[in-house]
T-cell receptor, first 116, second 113 residues
Framework: GEEVAQTPKHLVRGEGQKAKLYCAPI?????VFWYQQVLKNEFKFLIS????????ETGMPKERFSAKCLPNSPCSLEIQATKLEDSAVYFC??????????????FGQGTRLTVV | SQKIEQNSEALNIQEGKTATLTCNYT??????LQWYRQDPGRGPVFLLL?????KEKRKERLKVTFDTTLKQSLFHITASQPADSATYLC????????????FGAGTRLAVHP
């Protein structure tokens, strides 16, 4: 497709429940990035993939967060045992090249996760 | 560590005027810098990329400058319109390996009729 598709648009979870977010990158794009946007527009990098391989996971709280990008499937970001502080908008972006190739990133509409 | 600063206060200007937004960075010499626009409830949309060897880049009513000595980029919107009201984000490739983009907090622009 010609746009990054994220589902669901909204997700509400009770504290301690699991949350799973999905992202279908633009066809032909090799790189996928996940960002968390909290108050005041601050974007926090979580993880990036080059095709199905983890490229950079330095932003991931690994004890509860995991992510995958498998061939022929949407990428996913999963949060086990959600906490109130996980409430945020999660954005997925894809690009043809990585940040090193100075290509633009195309963002999805985001998934708003509310943990209650 | 790498730091990006954008004016966190909203910029209010009159329609028809030129809006100028600032992006300052420290502890880094990036090979390029990007500007994105974000509307409420939506993901950022790419606007312009400027490389370290380019002083200025233009696209329609948009102009970006890149001063690597001052470590600053300026983003201008000329003949601004209410439809230009949005949050504008600057982004740099991460200094530790160019494997991700780091975003500033963004500046909200409000253009009044």
């Amino acid at each position: 497709g010609e746009e990054v598709a994220q589902t669901p648009k909204h997700l509400v979870r009770g504290e301690g429940q699991k949350a799973k977010l999905y992202c279908a990158p633009i066809k032909g794009h090799s790189y996928v990035f996940w960002y968390q946007q909290v108050l005041k527009n601050e974007f926090k990098f979580l993880i990036s993939f080059q095709n199905e391989n983890v490229f950079d996971e330095t932003g991931m709280p690994k004890e509860r967060f995991s992510a995958k990008c498998l061939p022929n499937s949407p990428c996913s970001l999963e949060i086990q045992a959600t906490k109130l502080e996980d409430s945020a908008v999660y954005f997925c972006a894809s690009s043809q090249g990585g940040a090193g190739a100075s290509t633009e990133a195309f963002f999805g509409q985001g998934t708003r996760l509310t943990v209650v | 560590s790498q730091k990006i600063e954008q004016n966190s206060e909203a910029l209010n200007i009159q329609e028809g005027k030129t809006a100028t937004l600032t992006c300052n960075y420290t502890n880094y010499s990036p090979a390029y810098l990007q500007w994105y626009r974000q509307d409420p409830g939506r993901g950022p949309v790419f606007l312009l990329l400027i490389r370290e060897n380019e002083k200025e880049k233009r696209k329609e009513r948009l102009k970006v400058t890149f001063d690597t000595t001052l470590k600053q980029s300026l983003f201008h919107i000329t003949a601004s319109q209410p439809a230009d009201s949005a949050t504008y984000l600057c982004a740099l490739p991460f200094s530790g390996g160019y494997n991700k983009l780091i975003f500033g907090a963004g500046t909200r622009l409000a253009v009044h009729p």
